[in-house]
Nanobody, 118 residues
Framework: QVQLVESGGGLVEPGGSLRLSCAAS????????MRWYRQGTGKQRDLVAQ???????NYADSVKGRFTISRDNAKNTVYLQMNSLKPEDTAVYYC????????????WGQGTQVTVSS
């Protein structure tokens, strides 16, 4: 069984920064694309950023220039550095990953709350 565990959420004032982490554990062959999604109250879950195993990244237009996704393959961990945070960034942030065990499966973390408010 594979588990993704997020950490780093919290309350921050507008303009502030937070760094989210997501660590994968369990028995697997490898981790491929890793992603961060977010879901605000009453809204759909949207893709925020994605990073491939070799490091290629993609971002939602709403976070380009403010958020940076990175990963440490040796630690099976993905990060999301969030700068210049805005109230509209408030959401539950979820980690997502394509993991190879006997086959390829997609896994989700439990989510971490990010609240941007003064």
């Amino acid at each position: 069984q594979v588990q993704l565990v997020e950490s780093g959420g919290g309350l921050v004032e507008p303009g502030g920064s937070l760094r989210l982490s997501c660590a994968a554990s369990g028995s697997f062959v490898g981790i491929y694309n890793m992603r961060w999604y977010r879901q605000g109250t009453g809204k759909q879950r949207d893709l925020v950023a994605q990073i491939a195993r070799e490091g290629t990244t993609n971002y939602a237009d709403s976070v380009k220039g403010r958020f940076t996704i990175s990963r440490d393959n040796a630690k099976n961990t993905v990060y999301l550095q969030m700068n210049s945070l805005k109230p509209e960034d408030t959401a539950v942030y979820y980690c997502n990953a394509d993991v190879r065990t006997r086959d390829f499966y997609n896994y989700w973390g439990q989510g971490t709350q990010v609240t941007v408010s003064s």
